[in-house]
Nanobody
Framework: DVQLVESGGGSVQAGGSLRLSCAVS????????LGWFRQPPGKEREGVAT???????TYADSAKGRFTISKDRANNTLYLQMNSLKPEDTGLYYC??????????????????RGQGTQVTVS
């Protein structure tokens, strides 16, 4: 089984930054599409950013210009650098992995494996 363990969440003031990490327990993260998704309080899960097997990156409109997704191939770790945080960024953030390719992975928060999540609160 694929295991995903997120870390790095916390409480910050608006305008602050956080860096989320996700340890992906697979033989090679390059064989998976990886993504960050979030669930705001009282709302449905939504995509934040994804990175395909070939390295193609897709961001949600709400994340463009503020968030950066990246992966460390050597350590099979996925990151999400979040800058200029807003209160509407509050939610449970979790990483996801799928060995299947979806052109619209960002719109599929329920596919693949996902971790338990890490809470981000912006006030």
């Amino acid at each position: 089984d694929v295991q995903l363990v997120e870390s790095g969440g916390g409480s910050v003031q608006a305008g602050g930054s956080l860096r989320l990490s996700c340890a992906v327990s697979v033989s090679s993260a390059n064989d998976y599409c990886l993504g960050w998704f979030r669930q705001p309080p009282g709302k449905e899960r939504e995509g934040v950013a994804t990175i395909d097997m070939d390295g193609t990156i897709t961001y949600a409109d709400s994340a463009k210009g503020r968030f950066t997704i990246s992966k460390d191939r050597a350590n099979n770790t996925l990151y999400l650098q979040m800058n200029s945080l807003k209160p509407e960024d509050t939610g449970l953030y979790y990483c996801s992995a799928t060995s299947l390719y979806y052109s619209d992975y960002l719109s599929r928060p329920d596919v693949g494996y996902r971790g338990q999540g890490t809470q981000v609160t912006v006030s």
